[in-house]
Each structure stands twice: as structure tokens, then as C-alpha cells.
């Protein structure tokens, strides 16, 4: 049977290019039959990605088959991942988030999961010499990953080991990481075809805070204006978000990514005390400035205070 690899709901383009770049070692190098697949439509930073590299979207499922074999990659969260998930053969997780729980699988398994910016960068050091045997195509995919998820550098949780791994790329490859980091950036910014709740469900995970169930939602933008110029209606759609998708309450950060700050929207006194209990901030309208807030799962999951 062929091997599914697939990252998390909502796919961004970690979870796009990783499940690409590992049924490529899989197929070519392993000989083993595998398949990326994702478990959504991606966001326009990993549409731009396919289209740049001329790679073919991968097939979008809804669940997985029982005794189906499959490869997680980019998550170990069962909320992030098939309703089936426990029934399948999970054969391996490759991760560079906290361990959460919750899974189950037929027999031992691989797991790896490392302190790292990018699950991509963790697959390039799994496959060893074998990654030079990448086509370009495949290459650009794993680029384009760790300069996502470091926000080319600028994330904390940027490693010196990223950093040398997307260098080691873009020189294979002949490519300006700069001018190739602000072409993904204009496309990640880029949501005027998107509506409210799109945008919000876009990049966004469920977390549970003493009894409150939160959706966290980030934007990552070099146009936040755009966004923001949308609050009343975002605002407006967060209570409807929430209601649809069982959760107390949304929160949407707007991540600038030049200016490298967050700005949180604050439409009710619940969001006004996560903030000020979370942050340290000081909140004075419907809206409030995070400086140097860049990263959810560095920064805003594990300050979140209700």
C-alpha cells in the first residue's frame, strides 16, 4: 500500500513542502511506494511554492482508511490531524513541536522530534547525503519551508542549523534567499480573495487554557494595514468562528514581519485580559502592539494566561 504523508490541518507551507520532500526520500531512496497529501487547501505562501517550483499540489483527503499507512510530519496533535487517525498504521512522526498526546500506533515506531525551526530542516539531516540527490524542485520546497517558519531568520526559534541549512539550499540552487524570502512574503501577505473566517482558520491551532478553549490564529504579513483595515468585520467573524468550531474565543495575532512585532485584536474583555495577563500589556482599544511577538509556538502558546 502506498505511504500518505501529510503535515497538519490548515496547511502552511511546512506542512505543504515537508510531505513533499519526504515521500521524494521515501519513493526515490527508500523504495518505497509514498504520496504527499494534505488535509486542506494550502495557504498562498505554499501556493506560491508549488507554482515557483513547478510542483504538482498534492491530493487533498479528508481522513485516512483504516490500517492505512501513513508518515505525520510537522505535527503530533490528533485535534491537527484525521478523525481516523488511531486507526490507521501510523509508520512515523517527524516533528519540531511539543509532544501533546493522544496518538496511538499498531506497533514501535520512528519518531524525531528536535528543538528546530522546521520540520524540513529535520528531514534534511534524517536523509543525510541522500538529500543531495534532491532534484531542484524538491530543494526549493525545503527552502522555502525553513524561510517560512524562521520568517527568514527573524523567528526566535531561528537555530544556527536552520540557518545553515537553508544557505546550503539557496546556494545549491543559485538563489538570492533575500529577494526569494520577500517574493514568499508578498504572496503570504496577499488575502484579499480570502474572507473573514478564511483568513482566520488560515494559519490557526486549538489550545485549551484552564477550562478555555482558544482557537490561536496568526497572520504573518508584510502588509499587517491590510489586514487591520479589516478588524470590525475580523472582529465580527471571531464570534461566529468560535461558535462553529466549539472554542470560547479566537485570537487573532497580525504578525508583522518586517517590523517584527504582533498586533493582537481586542474585541471584549476576555481577549483585554489575556493580554494584559499573557503580555504585560496595556490595552486601550480594540486592538494592541506586542513588540518583538513573532513566533505562536515560542512566544504566544506558552505565555497564554486567562
Not at 124 to 145: I, Q, R, S, Y
Not at 261 to 281: I, R, W
Amino acid at each position: 500500500m502506498t505511504i500518505q504523508v501529510f503535515g497538519h490541518k490548515s496547511p502552511d507551507t511546512d506542512s505543504t513542502g515537508s510531505p513533499i520532500v519526504w515521500a521524494w526520500y521515501l519513493n526515490e531512496v527508500k523504495g518505497e511506494q509514498a504520496e504527499p497529501v494534505l488535509l486542506g487547501e494550502p495557504n498562498t505562501e505554499a501556493a506560491f511554492m508549488l507554482q515557483r517550483w513547478d510542483l504538482p499540489k498534492p491530493r487533498i483527503i479528508e481522513d485516512v482508511t483504516e490500517d492505512a499507512p501513513v508518515v505525520i510530519v510537522d505535527t503530533n496533535n490528533p485535534a491537527e490531524l484525521p478523525a481516523g487517525i488511531n486507526n490507521a498504521d501510523i509508520r512515523a512522526i517527524i516533528d519540531h513541536h511539543k509532544l501533546v498526546g493522544g496518538l496511538e500506533t499498531k506497533g514501535p515506531i520512528d519518531i524525531t522530534v528536535r528543538p528546530l525551526a522546521c520540520t524540513a530542516t529535520i528531514l534534511m539531516d534524517l536523509m543525510g547525503d541522500e538529500a543531495a540527490k534532491m532534484p531542484d524542485a524538491v530543494k526549493g520546497a525545503a527552502l522555502t519551508c525553513i524561510l517560512s517558519d524562521t520568517l527568514e531568520f527573524r523567528s526566535p526559534t531561528t537555530t544556527a542549523h536552520d540557518r545553515a541549512v537553508a544557505e546550503k539550499l539557496a546556494a545549491d540552487l543559485n538563489l538570492d534567499m533575500s529577494a526569494y524570502a520577500a517574493d514568499m512574503f508578498a504572496a503570504k501577505s496577499d488575502v484579499s480573495s480570502f474572507s473573514d473566517a478564511e483568513l482566520i482558520r488560515m494559519d490557526s491551532k486549538e489550545y485549551e487554557v484552564d477550562g478555555t478553549k482558544f482557537r490561536v490564529s496568526v497572520l504573518e504579513t508584510t502588509a499587517p494595514g491590510v489586514v487591520l483595515d479589516r478588524k470590525d468585520s475580523l472582529a465580527a467573524s471571531m464570534t461566529e468562528v468560535a461558535k462553529e468550531d466549539s472554542v470560547d474565543q479566537v485570537l487573532l495575532f497580525v504578525v508583522d514581519i518586517l517590523n517584527e512585532e504582533a498586533t493582537l485584536l481586542v474585541p471584549n474583555d476576555l481577549v483585554k485580559s489575556v493580554a494584559e495577563k499573557s503580555f504585560g500589556a496595556a490595552v486601550a482599544g480594540d486592538t494592541v502592539v506586542l513588540p518583538g511577538v513573532m513566533s505562536r509556538k515560542k512566544q504566544i502558546i506558552p505565555n497564554l494566561k486567562v
